[in-house]
């Protein structure tokens, strides 16, 4: 490997402390090489997210156990400013740092509002790496995390997933030595500048593009064609007024024909109804004649008497005695002649009531007809009133609506001209401040260029021989992890992203096994290059959680483990830490190791509450 003078910052983890039902516990971290180890989950996923979390870190998540039962989570480190503790509030998310041997204290939001500083700058500062804000990317406590701390869901994916490229790149940059801050915005600033003019020549190019379509005019045609289409519009808008005046009058007096058609087919309605009413009241009268004639004939019968036998029909004869003789039996009946008078009353009133069902019945009659006629002549006058409607509508409507929708038409292609116009007038002042500003703009992109050139120096030179170094630590660490697998590892100079065998992460997806050393092997570069590099603004420490968990099981998983492990353990020293959180045992001879053990017995919060465990 390289050897250098680089002073590496110092961040080094002492202690991990979790209050609950405010009781602090926790767990000591200080070691060269320390590791978490467990039967089946080390718990390091906890305690590292926490760590992080209590400096500033936003992107990753607190387990249940801290949400649940935690008030607070405390992390003490040792920095080359002293010994500080971060403390964060799990309720209110901000984070107070403590320096120990000062006395100095700041209290600041995880998750700040607008204008204030975020807790992960401060951890930066302490750091010693700059936070550093530019038009091409930020440099923040989460992009450095990923050059700091793997976590275990990224083992075996696609490198560095959860931070945008552009934040990413420039990390690298500036943590790699490549840039300085200074360096850094003037380069972002460039390439801003150069974009901001590339998208105003283009406007300017489309604006012109399209003021060729119709013509080229000059301010004086469009001033013409303005007037032009101003005067047309106010002609219109005069005829269309005229036409509306004009209308308003007979629409007044078809509105009264309407009133007067309404009228007729209400007549007709009420005289259909009268009709209706008439016919329904024959039916009872032709009923009640029916049953007077039936009594008038009965009657009749009745008075006439009997003069022939009912069943043979023969004349009945006359029999001797006194008084009038029956008809029937032909005997002697003195009570015949006040019984004829009963019938012949009865015969009378009869004919009586005949009579006055007949003129009943003949009066309805001619109120029916004369419903039926009030009908006819009233269904007459509906459609007299209703053709007399469409015909003034035909005569005096229409043919002015008509006039008016075209004078109404007219106006709006005017006034859409009139607009096109003012438009191309608008766009005629745009282009000449586009060319203003795209002569402004490419001026000061000139500018920031030539500053960017002079801060550039030989950056493009360093960027290369940064690379041939890290891709010399790179191919040193990860080449031991796997030789039959690994020929040829690098670092590529426009991106700083590994490459194993000539093929980038995305391509070795499929196999997890190489991403996995891949990622250790890049963060233990890191760390080496902080060491020996002297440009690199890195704090030599390393935080992996789970980094072998893609390598697989049996005696091929375990063989690439120990390789793994044993790369781990030699490139831990006294100006380094290394915190592994993994289940495999680490070679015994390895020197200063520090191994904390994890069972159900020995949970990684001593003091958690049981219940919310087995929840």
Not at 2 to 26: A, R, S
Not at 77 to 101: H, I, K, M, P, Y
Not at 124 to 139: D, H
Request: proline share 5%.
């Amino acid at each position: 490997m390289i050897d250098g003078d680089g002073m590496p910052g110092t961040l080094v983890f002492l202690k991990e402390e979790f209050q609950i039902d405010g009781v602090w516990g926790g767990i000591d971290l200080d070691a060269s090489l320390r590791q978490l180890r467990a039967g089946i989950g080390s718990g390091g996923s906890t305690v590292s997210e926490a760590a992080f979390a209590a400096l500033g870190a936003t992107t990753v998540e607190l387990s249940p156990v801290i949400v649940e039962q935690c008030e607070a989570v405390r992390t003490v480190v040792q920095t080359d400013t002293g010994v500080w503790t971060a403390t964060l509030d799990v309720t209110s998310r901000e984070v107070t740092f403590l320096n120990e041997d000062t006395g100095q204290v700041e209290t600041r939001a995880a998750r700040p509002e607008a204008g204030e500083e975020p807790a992960g700058s401060f951890s930066l500062e302490l750091m010693g790496i700059p936070a550093v804000e530019t038009p091409r990317g930020n440099v923040t406590i989460e992009s450095v995390l990923v050059l700091l701390y793997l976590q275990q869901h990224q083992a075996g994916r696609e490198l560095f997933g959860s931070v945008n490229a552009q934040d990413l790149q420039v990390t690298f940059e500036v943590c790699f030595g490549v840039l300085d801050e200074d360096a850094a915005r003037l380069k972002a600033e460039a390439k801003a500048a150069r974009s901001k003019e590339t998208r105003t020549k283009t406007a300017l190019r489309k604006a012109i593009e399209q003021r060729q379509e119709y013509g080229l005019p000059t301010p004086f045609d469009l001033d013409m064609q303005q007037e032009t289409y101003a005067k047309t519009a106010d002609r219109w808008v005069a005829e269309r007024l005229q036409l509306a005046g004009a209308i308003d009058h007979h629409r007044g007096v078809l509105m009264l024909r309407e009133k007067e058609a309404a009228a007729g087919r209400k007549a007709v309605t009420d005289a259909g109804a009268a009709a209706d009413r008439a016919q329904r009241a024959l039916a009872p009268v032709y009923e009640r004649r029916a049953l007077a004639r039936r009594a008038q004939a009965e009657a009749e019968v009745a008075a006439r008497g009997r003069t022939h036998c009912p069943d043979c029909e023969q004349l009945l004869r006359g029999l001797s005695g006194v008084g009038p003789l029956c008809p029937l039996c032909r005997q002697p009946d003195p009570g015949l002649p006040a019984r004829q008078a009963a019938r012949d009353e009865q015969l009378r009133k009869a004919k009586a009531a005949s009579v006055a069902a007949e003129k009943d019945l003949g009066d309805l009659q001619q109120a029916a007809q004369k419903g039926v006629e009030a009908r006819r002549k009233a269904e007459g006058e509906s459609e007299r009133l209703a053709g007399r409607v469409e015909a003034y509508r035909a005569k005096e409507i229409t043919p002015r609506e008509k006039a008016l929708a075209q004078a109404a038409a007219a106006e709006a292609e005017a006034c859409a001209r009139l607009a096109e116009v003012k438009d191309r007038r608008k766009e005629l002042v745009r282009i000449g401040e586009l060319e203003k500003l795209a002569s402004s703009l490419s001026k000061r992109a000139d500018e920031a260029a030539k500053d960017w050139a002079a801060a550039e120096g030989d950056s493009q030179g360093h960027r290369q021989q940064t690379a041939k170094w890290l891709s010399q630590i790179f191919a040193d660490l990860v080449i031991p992890m796997a030789p039959d697998k690994i020929r040829t590892a690098v670092i590529e100079p426009k991106t700083f992203a590994p490459k194993i065998n000539n093929r980038s992460m995305k391509q070795l997806a499929r196999s997890a096994g190489l991403v996995s050393l891949a990622h250790t092997a890049y963060h233990l570069m890191c760390l080496e290059a902080a060491r020996t590099m002297p440009l690199v603004r890195l704090p030599a420490t390393q935080w992996l959680d789970a980094p072998f968990d893609g390598l697989g099981a049996g005696p091929e998983g375990e063989r690439l483990v120990n390789a793994a492990l044993k790369v781990c353990a030699a490139t831990a020293g006294d100006n380094a830490q290394i915190i592994l959180t993994t289940p495999q045992v680490l070679p015994a001879s390895t020197a200063g190791l520090l191994v904390t053990e994890h069972e159900s017995t020995r949970p990684l919060i001593p003091h958690a509450r049981p219940e919310s465990e087995e929840s």
